[in-house]
């Protein structure tokens, strides 16, 4: 079995300040772990995601996230907000491929809704 | 490339009426998954397909839901009769078929269901 678990439903910070998001997942299986994006009326977009390779995995527009299995955490960071993060963040935990080949169903934390502040 | 099509993209009906939701993949993705966010709460599991077979169907809340893919290309998802419960945005996602340690879901804008 598997769930995330996403601190702050609503988090707000100002043009250029960090960005940070939190995500903890559970797993009985070995992890990926997925970030995804939704901006207003689109489809979710990935960001990022880690798949067992480097800890430190980057992804587009500046954000990166680093899995720390004795956390069980995946949080998401970029140094520098811009208005054009405000959007709606979410977290997903999926099973390795080699313990469930073939099904890749993701599941996901409630979300985050990031607000810049100009 | 086109993405991933969902039509419509919203649909107000009342308790007990019948609603069909289409999603198209893309073209050669023989994995077709549809996921629904209940408002407020996490995106959930309902099915996943390959090609026209369901493979995973543990999240269908109950039998008043009915998925097919026909000829392995566009998906059905149909709500017969809808209660208001099954109100929410339903997205759709499809991926290729591989042996790659991952294989990248891509997801359409959604299809907003509110049942009246």
């Known amino acids: 079995a598997q769930s995330v678990t996403q601190l702050g439903s609503h988090v707000s910070v100002s043009e250029g300040a960090l960005v940070l998001l939190r995500c903890n997942y559970s797993s009985s299986v070995p992890p990926y772990l997925f970030w995804y994006v939704q901006y207003p009326n689109q489809g979710l977009q990935l960001l990022l995601k880690y798949t067992s390779a480097a800890t430190l995995v980057k992804g587009i527009n500046g954000f990166e996230a680093e899995f720390k299995k004795s956390e069980t955490s995946f949080h998401l960071t970029k140094p520098s907000a811009h208005m054009s993060d405000a959007a709606e963040y979410f977290c997903a935990v999926s099973a390795a491929l080699i313990s469930n080949f073939g099904n890749e169903k993701l599941t996901f934390g409630t979300g985050t809704r990031l607000t810049i502040i100009p | 490339e086109a993405g991933v099509t969902q039509f419509p993209s919203h649909s107000v009906i009342e308790k007990g009426q019948t609603v069909t939701l289409r999603c198209d993949p893309i073209s050669g993705h023989d994995n077709l998954y549809w996921y629904r966010r209940v408002m407020g709460k996490e995106i959930k599991f309902l099915l996943h397909f390959v090609k026209e077979s369901k493979q995973d169907e543990s999240g269908m809340p109950n039998n008043r839901f009915l998925a097919e893919r026909t000829g392995g290309t566009y998906s059905t998802l149909k709500v017969q009769p809808a209660e208001l419960e099954d109100s929410g945005v339903y997205f759709c996602?499809?991926?290729?078929?591989?042996?790659?340690?991952?294989?990248?879901?891509?997801f359409g804008p959604g299809t907003r269901l509110t049942v009246l």
């Open positions: 996602a499809s991926s290729q078929v591989s042996r790659r340690s991952y294989n990248e879901q891509f």
